[in-house]
Nanobody
Framework: QVHIVESGGGLVQTGESLNLSCVASGVTLERAAIGWFRQAPGKERRPVACISSSNGISYFDITQTGRYTISRDNAKSTVNLVMNNLNPGDTGVYYC???????????????????WGQGTQVTVSA
């Protein structure tokens, strides 16, 4: 059984940075696809960044300024998401989703990730 724990969220001001971590157990991470998703109040869960088992990466940033960096450490079963130059639009609960066995890259969408953590809250004040 896959167990996922997210951490690193918090309250920050506009322009600051956060480093979110996703630690997984019960999975061989190098075989997995991992995604970070944000869910704002009253909104659906939307992708932020995904990394496939072959390290193909997708980012979803409306500003398109390269603010996000996703990386994986298979030996530590950890996936990190660094977010820079945060703005209030980045506010929400951030969830780590894992597809434990993902030999083929799939779209970065919640429906493709069967396992989820409890999320970590990110709040960006103006």
């Amino acid at each position: 059984q896959v167990h996922i724990v997210e951490s690193g969220g918090g309250l920050v001001q506009t322009g600051e940075s956060l480093n979110l971590s996703c630690v997984a157990s019960g999975v061989t991470l190098e075989r997995a696809a991992i995604g970070w998703f944000r869910q704002a109040p009253g909104k659906e869960r939307r992708p932020v960044a995904c990394i496939s088992s072959s390290n193909g990466i997708s980012y979803f940033d409306i500003t398109q300024t390269g603010r996000y960096t996703i990386s994986r450490d298979n030996a530590k079963s950890t996936v990190n998401l660094v977010m820079n130059n945060l703005n209030p639009g980045d506010t929400g609960v951030y969830y780590c989703g894992i597809d434990p066995v993902a030999p083929i890259r799939k779209p970065c969408a919640p429906r493709n990730f069967p396992s989820w953590g409890q999320g970590t809250q990110v709040t960006v004040s103006a």
